[in-house]
């Protein structure tokens, strides 16, 4: 790891990412509880999703037959509707990604006079976010830790996760590209000091030296 200071006038924006089960819920309730402002883009697109959301009605429209009986995506159907139509789903990105840049727009507005601020989004390389980003932290685990965490789910079968993994960055890829990396199956109390070093050396606070 190496110390990345913070830009003039304005946050240090840090990208948060990592593949399904490596424990990314988790490391960003530890940044907001040491009160970093968080953008989950996961909740972003929810919220959008919703009745009455700024993308339902044009997903509805472009899509029919995807909407709940609230108006809100019932988004069992728009999967079926988008499945293996890789033409449905360039449409539906078009729908969907300028509204959610305009959401992380507005949080980066919102929270303009913060030292550190962090982008919470699933897929930050393979969608090209990690551009809008000073650097990226990318949380990891040994594949049989990331496999047992998945499979625990409810509902979660080995087809459903080989579907999931088949649409991220590898891990290894992700962690070449990372800032700085997290191994979450250390522990809690590991994940937490490894959190600490990160926003002492974003916000200047004190320098970051190679703890492994």
């Not at 009455?52 to 728009?78: H, K, M, W």
């Amino acid at each position: 790891m190496s110390a990345h200071p913070r830009p003039e006038g304005r946050p240090f924006v840090l990208g948060l990412t990592g593949s399904i089960g490596m424990g990314k819920s988790a490391t960003a309730a530890m940044f907001a509880a040491r009160g970093v402002p968080v953008h989950d883009a996961d909740a972003a697109v929810h919220r959008l999703y919703g009745p009455g959301g700024a993308a339902a009605a044009a997903i509805g429209a472009a899509f029919p037959g995807t909407l709940g009986p609230e108006g809100g995506v019932d988004r069992a159907r728009l999967r079926d509707a988008v499945l293996d139509q890789p033409d449905a789903l360039a449409r539906l990105e078009a729908i969907v990604h300028p509204l959610v840049g305009a959401v992380a727009r507005d949080f980066l507005a919102r929270h303009a006079d913060a030292p550190l601020v962090l982008l919470d989004i699933p897929l930050l390389y393979e969608t090209g976010g990690e551009s809008r980003c000073d650097a990226v932290l990318v949380v990891t685990a040994p594949p049989e830790v990331q496999r047992a965490r998945v499979l625990a789910r409810p509902g979660m079968t080995e087809a459903a996760f080989a579907a999931i993994l088949a649409k991220q960055m590898p891990d290894p890829e992700k962690r070449n590209l990372a800032d700085f990396i997290i191994d979450t199956s250390r522990g809690f109390t590991a994940a937490e000091a490894e959190v600490d070093r990160i926003v002492a050396a974003v916000t200047g606070a004190a320098p970051l030296t190679d703890g492994g």
